[in-house]
């Protein structure tokens, strides 16, 4: 897709939104691979169509005392046009967004530096609002937290004041809850965005506005007509210059204890009683401690991980985890893993969730697949040719879209069966996709939580993966699959007592 396609498909779905009171935007980790990648696209693309507010400011906190303001607009100059040229081209465009660029060195230890975003951020005329987010590394959140609130920058009473933290929220269930109460030491709850990039993303919002806007499926979505839900996402990528993080993390922490649940916990809650914050919240904390409590000593029984030895994955040649650099020779991280939930209330009883994630795969793809029950009674023989259950498909990326797998008469004069798909791409129906952070963004601005996770939501998260991540560090070895497949061994177990198996994850060879 060109870049002028993709400008023009934004502006589609951007027109018509609200516009955000101006603020100050501070970013910790400023020079760091988030912010050239995701943040610094995103507000250049929300100035662009005038989303910031007229005065707001992107203000870098940067730790190098020899950056000068200069240094950072001419580094956020070259970034753009790498990631977003489009922001640029224009001349007086950039003029723009160079004009609402500002800079504060020094170390994030340093009380000085926090005085000197307070003297910054008073510079602002009319309201002082600002938004502090975490680009930077877990271990230095409480200390940016705390300077925050001893200079009195979280103190809301001359505008808003909201602190974005990234993930990994926590590496287990005890350091969540740790780090909860230390960010609320120093802000409330509701001053505190806990960034779930997937809530983020386009199709994973709509899954709402298909379940709650549409009553054709309600009647279907429950334990008597739905055999398993498959939630997948898969990667193609190896682990590149990620070891650090990746070496204490793995696809269990990295993915499915925050993403893979979260959508989990969409697909899964009841409608709530509002689209407010609270009230999402709430049901898809529902969904969660209805989750089945995994029983420590059947690990093997639900869970599968493996790590990739070499091997080619969609044409790029990678080497095995173990020998990709900062990996230790011996690692047992796993850059896979799939999981079978159930969850225990009156609508799911028994249906399996079947959550799977990995690195180095075949494709990049993700998708919901909610696989129905057969017809009760086999009229036609089902097996034949290429038909299954019906499917009702959410593909997340990277062709967002729904699909629904039906059967059908094969045209002739026998009763030869098909399968038929009827297939809504987002693109084709010109909706165009912000990124997710620019909707994050936006929302943050907006003071709307709702996409955001709540401090109970990721602590309910991390003990439900807990029993699997105790199972596994006990354990000396993990199986390998070679890179570019999914030749995982025991995956195909979990899909014991699911009918039809595991969906081909393929944007070129769609399953029917
Ligand atoms: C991040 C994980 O949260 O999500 C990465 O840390 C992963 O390991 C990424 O690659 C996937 O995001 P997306 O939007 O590319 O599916």
Redesign the pocket.
């Known amino acids: 897709m060109s870049e002028k396609k993709t400008y023009e498909g934004k502006f589609a779905s951007i027109i018509g939104s609200e516009q955000a009171e101006p603020a100050n935007i501070v970013i910790f980790g400023a020079t760091g691979d988030l912010t050239k990648r995701k943040l610094l696209p995103a507000l250049a693309h929300m100035h662009r169509w005038n989303l910031l507010g007229p005065h707001s400011r992107i203000i870098a906190a940067v730790r190098d005392k020899k950056w000068t303001k200069s240094k950072w607009v001419s580094y956020v100059h070259d970034q753009l046009l790498h990631y977003f040229p489009d922001a640029i081209l224009n001349p007086r465009s950039w003029q723009r967004i160079a004009a609402k660029l500002e800079l504060v060195t020094g170390d994030l230890t340093d009380p000085d530096m926090y005085k000197q975003l307070a003297a910054t951020l008073r510079e602002m005329d009319g309201k002082k609002n600002a938004l502090f987010y975490l680009a930077i590394p877990p271990e230095w959140y409480e200390c940016v937290a705390k300077n925050l609130k001893q200079a009195g920058l979280a103190d809301e009473s001359e505008g808003f004041r909201r602190i974005v933290v990234e993930?990994?929220f926590g590496m287990d269930l005890t350091s969540a809850q740790e780090l909860n109460q230390t960010l609320q030491c120093y802000f409330n709850e509701s001053q505190i965005y806990r960034i779930d990039?997937?809530l983020g993303?386009e199709s994973v919002q709509n899954l709402m506005v298909f379940r709650f806007a549409n009553s054709v499926l309600e009647p279907l979505w429950n334990r008597n007509y739905i055999d398993h839900v498959q939630i997948s996402?898969s990667?193609s990528?190896g682990?590149g210059y990620?070891a650090g993080?990746?070496e204490t993390?793995g696809a269990l922490k990295?993915?499915i204890q925050?993403?893979l649940l979260q959508v989990m916990a969409l697909v899964a809650m009841e409608a709530p009683l509002s689209l407010g914050a609270n009230d999402v919240r709430d049901e898809k904390l529902k969904v969660l401690r209805a989750v089945r409590r995994i029983d420590a000593d059947k690990v093997d029984d639900i869970a599968v991980r493996a790590q990739y030895s070499e091997g080619k994955a969609d044409g790029v040649d990678l080497p095995a985890y173990r020998d990709e650099e900062g990996v230790a020779f011996d690692s047992t991280t796993e850059t896979f893993a799939a999981v079978k939930f159930y969850i225990d209330n009156w609508r799911w009883q028994d249906v399996p969730f079947l959550l799977r994630t990995g690195?180095a795969l075949p494709e990049?793809v993700?998708e919901i697949c909610i696989r129905f029950k057969a017809p009760p009674q086999t009229l036609f023989d089902l097996n034949e040719g290429n038909v299954r259950n019906n499917e009702l498909i959410f593909r997340?990326?990277p062709d967002e879209g729904m699909l629904l797998s039906m059967t059908a008469k094969q045209p002739g004069l026998s009763t030869d069966l098909r399968g038929v798909n009827l297939d809504a791409n987002y693109g084709m129906v010109g909706s165009g996709m912000p990124d997710?952070y620019e909707t994050l963004f936006h929302d943050v601005l907006l003071g709307e939580a709702g996409l955001f996770s709540r401090a109970d939501e990721v602590e309910e998260s991390w003990q439900i993966v807990a029993p699997i991540m105790t199972a596994w560090s006990k354990k000396e070895d993990i199986s390998t699959y070679p890179a570019g497949s999914f030749d995982v061994p025991g995956m195909d177990d979990l899909m014991s007592d699911c009918e039809g198996g595991w969906r081909t994850l393929s944007t070129k060879e769609r399953d029917v």
């Open positions: 993930k990994p990039h997937y993303k996402v990667e990528l682990i990620r993080y990746y993390s990295d993915m925050s993403h690195k990049r993700s997340l990326q997710a």
